[in-house]
């Protein structure tokens, strides 16, 4: 009797585990595409403090602007919040973080008080991570994890300049970089062969002359003890390549080292109208290239078989301005044969300007047509736009329905989520939208856990269904709320927005059949479709249905 048992309790065992993998399997094959992704953005300094060892290097002890210095977020922080499910929860599928390359070690007044290069853009070697940040193995475990969770990590690329010079780090050499004219903005050629603001050196992009390395950084490395590798390194790239030793491809090697040691799956990239065209189709190449070979080298850490994303900040992109972005003097197309996707600068005021059924209305027209094959980022709040959707945080929940509803790959910036103050006391310029996460309001604040949750339901929702953001648009009625339909291959939804709380009857025989079982996500209830439409009461204006 007691062999029975143990035989039953060991099938009954396999069977489970058995069930459980199939689980697994099938939750690994729902479709992503960049085109209906979820990012969030991050400042890496300033989202969770993971290690609080590395929150001093390099001496950077001065007393800043406020919120101008290191403030200890860093990669083991993100790292945490993977393992805790935080950004599961949100339905969040990619992860984009301000650039972890090691800062310049000075700091600098540019008039906001003195600054150091927390935010990532002052760069001074772009082979190592800021220990700040993390080490390589910290990066390591980061997109491990985050890819075992089904999360995408997205690195921020800099071509188009070094950090500012200071006392601690001499300019490099005038053949790789120019440290006038200033950017006057009004045409093509004061906006690309210049410097963005005074003393933040510009990348010589253009220039196809052959540079040695700059001996500050030649120093560095035989101080550090790997000089002889990363000459072997370079000397191996441009053998491969055959490209000029420009500066450019400098920089295009070190940034693409970063997937082929650690996987990245995608680079949003910084400045691209202050840069060349040809330099991004060349940097397009360098990335697929180099993703191509972290995939034949590690057949075990694919995720699938997605390209390398590219995503790239030409400030004041709209998607109103289709594949041309206007100089005034010359258009430039950025998407062919080099980026997939723009970050769309517009959304924040369509939703402002716009009745939500004209705004989905707009982009699917334009997503189905003019851009077909590429995206857009949307987002309502950012790290340099002093001009958010919502600055005072008192539309939160339309923040929310605005951004995850409307077609495009939607970009959560990190606290839009909470309602993280977006006006700090004491802060100059950007600063003020660089607060550090307000994880204290999201543990204690009742009112900001149920703005939570209703970010939660739309991202988790939109995360299973691809046809919420890259998906065919359809309006169903506009009687009492808007319902539409989004529909890309056999994924199907309806969604209702605006709608009477309680009794609701909503037209669905566009999409589900009579006598199918469809699941609203969004209260959590089960209702047959019948005559075409299914009925429930809800005390919610928002519905989410789906095929049980």
Sequence with gaps: MKKIFLFLSLLAFYSCATSEKKDDKKSTQKEFVWEGANIYFLLTDRFNNGDTKNDINFNRTKETGKLRGFEG???KGITQKIKEGYFTKLGINAIWMTPIVEQIHGSTDEGTGVSYGFHGYWAKDWTKIDPNFGTKEDLKELVAIAHNN????????????????????????????????KCEYNNYENIISCTLVNNLPDIKTESNETVDLPPQLVAKWKAEGRYEQEVKELNEFFARTGHPRAPRFYIMKWLTDYITEFGIDGYRVDTVKHTEEYVWQEFKQACDFAFAEFKKNNPDKILDDTHFYLVGEVYNYAISHGKAFDFGDKKVNYFDNAFNSLINFEIKWNAKQMPAAAVFKKYDSILQNDLKGYGVLNYMTSHDDGQPFDKERKLPYKTATML????????????????????????????????????????ADAETQKIMQHWQKLGQFRANHMAVGAGKHQVISEENGLVFSRVRKDDKV???LNLPKGNKEIKVSSIFKNG???????????????DGKVSFTSKDTVVLLEKK
């Design 73 to 75: 977020g860093d990669l």
């Design 494 to 496: 309806v969604i209702g």
């Design 150 to 181: 089904g999360i995408r990590i997205l690195l921020d690329a800099v071509i188009n300049h070094t950090g500012p010079v200071t006392e601690k780090d001499p300019v490099w050499p005038s053949n790789w970089v120019r440290t006038e004219p």
């Design 404 to 443: 995850f509803l409307t077609p495009g790959t939607a970009q959560v910036y990190y606290g839009d989520e909470s309602a993280r103050p977006l006006i700090i006391e004491g802060t100059v310029g950007d600063a003020t939208l660089r607060s550090t996460m307000n994880w204290d309001a999201i543990d």
């Design 516 to 530: 199918e079982e469809i699941n609203d996500f969004y209260s959590n209830q089960t209702i047959e479709v019948k």
